[in-house]
């Protein structure tokens, strides 16, 4: 059942008609924007580490909220990653809307966040991915908790 005709299935919080991307192709994409955002970040991290005076955890954190602003970013302005877009993949936002809102893309990247916590950060991190790839496998439409969370947000191929 879809609501108006736009497509929008309010049951399954997913578009009708598209093909959900797989847990494999998204890992992959996030692999590749991992790299970039990485080298950026670790550019940050290396400028600040070397110049401020700062201590380590502290040079680390606009590193690690450059890849938060990173995948926010790319996905609100155009749907996808530089990622995403080598493998053909696209995020909607909620509702079925051609590409995430900034709201939709923060929620459903804020996990990311969590590695900005000093010590703990990396396996809280570490236990949300987790938690995220076993929900999109388990996932008939393929979302993860953080796409529900985001209010229905899916990676789709195009």
Known sequence: MTTGGYGYDPYAGAVV????????????????DWIIAGIVGGILFWILDKGSGLPGWA??????????????????????TPGKKLLGLHVNGSRGAAKPSLADSAK????M??????????????CAAI????????????????????????VVKR
């Open 17 to 32: 008609g598209v093909t959900p991307a797989g847990i494999g192709s998204r890992a992959l994409a996030r692999f590749i």
């Open 59 to 80: 040079s680390i954190l606009p590193g690690a909220g450059f890849g938060f602003l990173y995948f926010v970013f790319f996905e609100v302005a155009s749907g996808s």
């Open 108 to 111: 459903r990247n804020a996990y």
């Open 113 to 126: 966040l969590l590695n900005l916590i000093p010590w703990i950060g990396g396996l809280l991190w570490f």
């Open 131 to 154: 938690a995220i790839a076993v929900t999109v496998s388990a996932s008939p439409t393929k979302q993860g908790w953080h796409d529900n969370f985001a209010d229905g947000t899916q």
